[in-house]
T-cell receptor, first 110, second 116 residues
Framework: DAKTTQPNSMESNEEEPVHLPCNHS???????IHWYRQLPSQGPEYVIH?????VNNRMASLAIAEDRKSSTLILHRATLRDAAVYYC???????????WGAGTKLIIKP | KAGVTQTPRYLIKTRGQQVTLSCSPI?????VSWYQQTPGQGLQFLFE???????NKGNFPGRFSGRQFSNSRSEMNVSTLELGDSALYLC???????????????FGPGTRLLVL
């Protein structure tokens, strides 16, 4: 099964950009890459998703490597409210299940 | 629009008992997925329902079951509870189907189940 690998935790200063990496070396050609985040005591919330091209939305940007074996979630200007666990997920098309990684705990320092 | 609601929020049961958890999706959403979240295994997909039919199922034993009603509300049931079933159970809804499309899944706050 395709899976994702993320660092356990990362720290960043408030109002600085944050780059959250994800490795998915066994990704299949039609698997989409999704990112969700989970704030303390809440359910996960959608951040962004993409297939091959880089994607931008109001929350973040997603940079996908040319070989698609890795991707990076970019928060352009982190705030304290961005402190959460960030999950890199593959939409596993062969059995239509979302394969969740262990997530990266993002700590924002004021 | 109201978000996804789950009841109860907290539950304590003993081994061998059974439990039923409820999920009300966002109005108009017809797909409901269930996940189990534990510190050791992370988030694991249980099953997905669409139009009252189970469309996908994860790798969980038959003790875990679910159903969906005509108003899209869903319940999941765990029979013969084991200590290892202690977890946060999350429900997510989407318009037509979270995993089969690229639709956003909207999660509820979860039900925290403790099995003693």
């Amino acid at each position: 099964d395709a899976k994702t690998t993320q660092p356990n935790s990362m720290e960043s200063n408030e109002e600085e950009p944050v780059h959250l990496p994800c490795n998915h070396s066994t990704i299949s050609g039609t698997d989409y890459i999704h990112w969700y985040r989970q704030l303390p005591s809440q359910g996960p919330e959608y951040v962004i998703h993409g297939l091959t091209s880089n994607v931008n939305n109001r929350m973040a940007s997603l940079a996908i490597a040319e070989d698609r074996k890795s991707s990076t979630l970019i928060l352009h200007r982190a705030t304290l409210r961005d402190a959460a666990v960030y999950y890199c997920i593959l939409n596993h098309r062969s059995n239509y299940q979302l394969i969740w990684g262990a997530g990266t705990k993002l700590i924002i320092k004021p | 629009k109201a978000g996804v609601t789950q009841t109860p929020r907290y539950l304590i049961k003993t081994r061998g008992q059974q439990v039923t958890l409820s999920c009300s999706p966002i109005s108009g959403h017809r797909s409901v997925s269930w996940y189990q979240q534990t510190p050791g295994q992370g988030l694991q997909f249980l099953f997905e329902y669409f139009s009252e039919t189970q469309r996908n199922k994860g790798n969980f034993p038959g003790r875990f079951s679910g159903r969906q009603f005509s108003n899209s509300r869903s319940e999941m049931n765990v029979s013969t509870l084991e200590l290892g079933d202690s977890a946060l159970y999350l429900c997510a809804s989407s318009l037509r189907g979270g995993a089969q499309t690229q639709e956003t899944q909207y999660f509820g706050p979860g039900t925290r189940l403790l099995v003693l």
